[in-house]
T-cell receptor, first 112, second 118 residues
Framework: GNSVTQMEGPVTLSEEAFLTINCTYTATGYPSLFWYVQYPGEGLQLLLK?????DKGSNKGFEATYRKETTSFHLEKGSVQVSDSAVYFC???????????FGTGTRLKVLA | NAGVTQTPKFQVLKTGQSMTLQCAQD?????MYWYRQDPGMGLRLIYY???????DKGEVPNGYNVSRLNKREFSLRLESAAPSQTSVYFCASSGGWTSLATNTGELFFGEGSRLTVL
């Protein structure tokens, strides 16, 4: 079945540090890939998405590239801010299904 | 601009009590979902409704029932609550796979309902 694996957290960084959160997937067919962010006490919000291989999703300085050859969708940001402290979830869905599969989430803490 | 609205936001139950979580979306989405979120477990799908009039089990359906009341509303019922059902519950909706290119295919989430079963 389809699955998503993302790196364990928590990840603690200093402000302006470079961020990478790894995400790999297994899927039949051609999945669409997503990163969601959850701020404390809130629901999940879409951060970015990519719907086909080699697409790059980007938003708020975050980027992720859909790599079919390595089945990966790693999230990156060049310079994190304290306000980026949140839990980040990688997710996928595939054509012909209605299910969205989520990773376990990676907590990011950014220190001033 | 309501999006997905869940009620209640907080609830404390005793073991064996029943309750219903309500969810409504105003985006004319076909598909709706109930997830639970537990520490270290990520989000697990309880039930989903691909379209009005249909419901299907997800990963962890035991102890829950759902009703897709109409296109807007999708409720989750706990008939006899157990401490293992203590969790944060999220409702979500989606325009479906064919809508991904128009920014409605992704999931839109409510703010969550925190349930404690004593």
């Amino acid at each position: 079945g389809n699955s998503v694996t993302q790196m364990e957290g928590p990840v603690t960084l200093s402000e302006e540090a470079f961020l990478t959160i790894n995400c790999t997937y297994t899927a039949t067919g051609y999945p669409s890939l997503f990163w969601y962010v959850q701020y404390p006490g809130e629901g999940l919000q879409l951060l970015l998405k990519a719907t086909k291989a080699d697409d790059k999703g980007s938003n708020k300085g975050f980027e992720a590239t859909y790599r079919k050859e390595t089945t990966s969708f790693h999230l990156e940001k060049g310079s994190v801010q304290v306000s980026d402290s949140a839990v980040y979830f990688c997710a996928l869905t595939t054509s012909g299904t209605y299910k969205y599969i989520f990773g376990t989430g990676t907590r990011l803490k950014v220190l001033a | 601009n309501a999006g997905v609205t869940q009620t209640p936001k907080f609830q404390v139950l005793k073991t064996g009590q029943s309750m219903t979580l309500q969810c409504a979306q105003d985006m004319n989405h076909n598909s709706m979902y109930w997830y639970r979120q537990d520490p270290g477990m990520g989000l697990r799908l309880i039930y989903y409704s691909a379209s009005e009039g249909t419901t299907d089990k997800g990963e962890v359906p035991n102890g829950y029932n759902v009703s897709r009341l109409n296109k807007r509303e999708f409720s989750l019922r706990l008939e006899s609550a157990a401490p293992s059902q203590t969790s944060v519950y999220f409702c979500a909706s989606s325009g479906g796979w064919t809508s991904l290119a128009t920014n409605t295919g992704e999931l839109f989430f409510g703010e969550g309902s925190r349930l404690t079963v004593l």
